[in-house]
């Protein structure tokens, strides 16, 4: 049958590359013709997932656009101050709270308590600031720590 060594070794050289011709033979098969779709419609439904993602990422990009938008002019920044504005009243039951926007605009409100009863005054801030109306300590101090908060 054989005759020599080397006779041998080609025919099993020559067996083991048919079956490495085979395997890869079976993965192509396989790779273009799997599921019935092959890989250009893989390729097909990837191409078309990914235009999909785009678009949605797109929407989100918009929608957190807007977000950061609306966030600017909701209320972020607080700061209460309690002060005693009479010698002779006791406890600190007098206070100025201070509401501001991520813009530095809000308002103030100020509750002064008395004997006499309790009087409240509200002052609008724009920019960090009482323009029209003169501001006492607490104020200012309570829009200071608004701002820093």
Known sequence: MFTSFWEIIFVIWLTVNSLVVFYF?????KLFTGGGRGLRGSIDDSIHKSHT?????????????????????????????????????????????????????????????????????????????VEKEALSSEEREAINKALKS
């Open 25 to 29: 033979w079976h993965l192509l098969r």
């Open 53 to 129: 993602l785009e678009k949605e990422v797109g929407i989100l990009k918009e929608n957190i656009q807007e977000i950061n938008g609306r966030q600017k002019n909701l209320l972020q920044k607080t700061a209460v101050v309690r002060f005693n504005p009479f010698e002779r009243v006791g406890g600190e039951q007098s206070h100025t709270l201070v509401v501001l926007t991520e813009n530095k605009d809000g308002f103030l409100i100020t509750s002064l308590y008395t004997r006499e009863g309790v009087r409240v005054y509200l002052k609008e801030i724009k920019n960090g600031s």
